[in-house]
């Protein structure tokens, strides 16, 4: 009977043991699958959460400050219009008058190289090529390089014509985001391409093409005093102004220009 006793206590111990160890296994299963449920779960969760935050992304407001430096260098962008050019694809040569446009001539009447460098840095981060410098109403050069000084002074021999080139582009300001350290500028934009001489009127419009007349500057032909009030003119009729939205990167405190696209 001991034997026997002996016997079913090693067997009631090794189905004991037995039980015990499937059910530690089958625990640590138990577990195991509950983890990756709950690692899958928490994904998808996550995921859900992190595409309806972007959906309900709010575009971040560019703070004044930033907004009135922006609205100060696109004011001084004006050239690239009168170049009538695709900014990203500027060859050299209008790439300085470009920059030439925005940096002030020293005391001497001169553009020093040192100069407009600077002012390429601040707005495109790279530097000026020594090329010509060719008026845009004809094909000879409007300044000349001075190697023993590093500049471009006036080239003499240039003679006077008329002007025929884009006159003047009024920006009206529209909107502004930031994404990170991307901004974005929507302006509304007219154009004129006639000369005001004298007291005689001066016509704005809503494309390069002169396709429709937004504004007309008209004066008093005795006094040649203003009789339109451009801003009114052109905020009546700003409906019918295309969109350019400027592309910016901000690198260092400085806003460098990207891009710029017309919205059709």
Same mark, same amino acid.
């Given at each position: 009977m001991k034997k026997r006793v002996e016997q079913t206590e090693e067997g009631l111990l090794y *189905?004991? *043991? #037995? &039980? @015990? =160890? &499937? /059910?530690?296994?089958?625990t640590l299963l138990t577990i195991a699958f509950v983890s990756v449920i709950s690692v899958f779960v928490g994904g998808v969760v996550m995921l859900y959460s992190g595409i309806q935050k972007e959906k309900n992304a709010t575009p971040v407001i560019v703070s004044y400050e930033e907004g009135l430096s922006l609205n100060n260098i696109i004011d001084k962008l004006d050239m690239l219009d009168l170049l009538k050019k695709d900014y990203t694809n500027l060859s050299d040569e209008d790439f300085l008058v470009l920059v030439a446009s925005m940096t002030k001539q020293s005391e001497e009447g001169v553009y020093k190289v040192e100069d407009l460098n600077k002012t390429a840095n601040q707005y495109f981060n790279k530097d000026i090529k020594i090329v010509k410098f060719n008026c845009l109403d004809c094909p000879n050069e409007l300044y000349i390089y001075d190697e023993a000084t590093n500049s471009y &002074?006036? @080239? =003499?021999? +240039?003679?006077? +014509?008329?002007?025929?080139y884009l006159k003047d582009v009024y920006n009206l300001y529209f909107s502004s985001k930031r994404e990170g350290n991307t901004y974005y500028v929507t302006v509304l934009k007219a154009f004129s391409n006639s000369l005001q001489t004298g007291c005689g009127a001066q016509y704005y419009y809503d494309s390069l093409? =002169?396709? #429709?007349?937004? /504004?007309?500057?008209?004066?008093n032909m005795e006094t040649c005093e203003l009789l339109t009030d451009l801003d009114n003119e052109i905020n009546n009729n700003k409906g019918k102004l295309n969109k350019y939205t400027y592309t910016f990167e901000k690198e260092n405190d400085k806003f460098i220009l990207k891009s710029i696209e017309l919205e059709k």
């Amino acid at each position: 009977m001991k034997k026997r006793v002996e016997q079913t206590e090693e067997g009631l111990l090794y *189905k004991t *043991k #037995n &039980r @015990n =160890e &499937r /059910a530690l296994i089958n625990t640590l299963l138990t577990i195991a699958f509950v983890s990756v449920i709950s690692v899958f779960v928490g994904g998808v969760v996550m995921l859900y959460s992190g595409i309806q935050k972007e959906k309900n992304a709010t575009p971040v407001i560019v703070s004044y400050e930033e907004g009135l430096s922006l609205n100060n260098i696109i004011d001084k962008l004006d050239m690239l219009d009168l170049l009538k050019k695709d900014y990203t694809n500027l060859s050299d040569e209008d790439f300085l008058v470009l920059v030439a446009s925005m940096t002030k001539q020293s005391e001497e009447g001169v553009y020093k190289v040192e100069d407009l460098n600077k002012t390429a840095n601040q707005y495109f981060n790279k530097d000026i090529k020594i090329v010509k410098f060719n008026c845009l109403d004809c094909p000879n050069e409007l300044y000349i390089y001075d190697e023993a000084t590093n500049s471009y &002074r006036f @080239n =003499e021999n +240039h003679q006077g +014509h008329g002007v025929g080139y884009l006159k003047d582009v009024y920006n009206l300001y529209f909107s502004s985001k930031r994404e990170g350290n991307t901004y974005y500028v929507t302006v509304l934009k007219a154009f004129s391409n006639s000369l005001q001489t004298g007291c005689g009127a001066q016509y704005y419009y809503d494309s390069l093409t =002169e396709s #429709n007349k937004v /504004a007309t500057l008209e004066y008093n032909m005795e006094t040649c005093e203003l009789l339109t009030d451009l801003d009114n003119e052109i905020n009546n009729n700003k409906g019918k102004l295309n969109k350019y939205t400027y592309t910016f990167e901000k690198e260092n405190d400085k806003f460098i220009l990207k891009s710029i696209e017309l919205e059709k």
